[in-house]
């Protein structure tokens, strides 16, 4: 069983300060997913990242995918209260037809202080 | 372009009845995938839909059924429902050679009585 564990859980922080959240796995993944999401709503697909050691800028959000495809990272430079919100990593292994099913991490709850 | 719609929003049913859950996929998407979110963690594969047939299924009992339509819209069936079985049922859908991106629905809630 392919398990995705997020870190910190929770996170509460003032408006303009950086963070990381971590995504870390004993299995390998073909791709990894971060995905955001809002109370009593879907996930919102945030960036994709596939290559190991791949690098992503999405404006003020870095997301990187480790070397081994093992483990990601998001980092949020000068947070702002719209980046409030569950922050979601999905790992992808790829099933028959060359389909992919997700396996989500625990989720990271972030809070932006204003 | 449409995106991925679910109905209903919400649901309230009692322990022992059965439910259908429908989805419609977003236009040019070919697989549906299933997934259960309790309260406070992140969402748990169900199973997925290709070709109207089932293409993987996670660790759900075999009262989770579900269907894929020719339009690949989709339905998720629990029989025999339990109150564990109250969460937030999301529908997903991708397609084979675009990266495997899948986008969700905005969810049904379901809560069991």
């Known amino acids: 069983t392919q398990l995705l564990e997020q870190s910190p859980q929770f996170l509460s922080i003032q408006e303009g300060e950086n963070l990381t959240v971590y995504c870390n796995s004993s299995?390998?993944?073909?791709?990894l997913q971060w995905y955001r999401q809002e109370p009593g709503e879907g996930p919102v697909l945030l960036v994709t990242?596939?290559?190991?050691?791949e690098v992503k800028k999405l404006k003020r959000l870095t997301f990187q995918f480790g070397d081994a495809r093992k483990d990601s990272s998001l980092h949020i430079t000068a947070a702002q209260p719209g980046d409030t919100g569950l922050y979601l990593c999905?790992?992808?292994?790829?099933?028959?037809?060359?389909?992919?099913?997700?396996?989500f991490g625990t989720g990271t709850r972030l809070t932006i202080i204003p | 372009e449409t995106g991925v719609t679910q109905s209903p929003t919400h649901l309230i049913k009692t322990r022992g009845q059965q439910v259908t859950l429908r989805c419609s996929s977003q236009?040019?998407?070919?697989?549906v995938s299933w997934y259960q979110q309790a309260l406070g963690q992140g969402p748990q594969f169900i199973f997925q839909?290709?070709?109207?047939?089932?293409?993987g299924r996670g660790n759900f009992p075999p009262r989770f059924s579900g269907l894929q339509f020719p339009n690949y819209s989709s339905e998720l069936n629990v029989n025999a429902l339990e109150l564990d079985d109250s969460a937030l049922y999301l529908c997903?859908?991708?397609?084979?050679?675009?990266?495997?991106?899948?986008?969700f629905g905005p969810g049904t809630r379901l809560t069991v009585l």
């Open positions: 997903a859908s991708s397609s084979t050679g675009l990266n495997n991106e899948q986008f």
């Open positions: 299995s390998v993944f073909s791709s």
């Open positions: 990242v596939v290559t190991g050691g």
């Open positions: 999905a790992g992808g292994a790829i099933s028959n037809f060359g389909n992919e099913k997700l396996t």
């Open positions: 236009s040019g998407h070919n697989t």
């Open positions: 839909y290709y070709r109207e047939e089932e293409n």
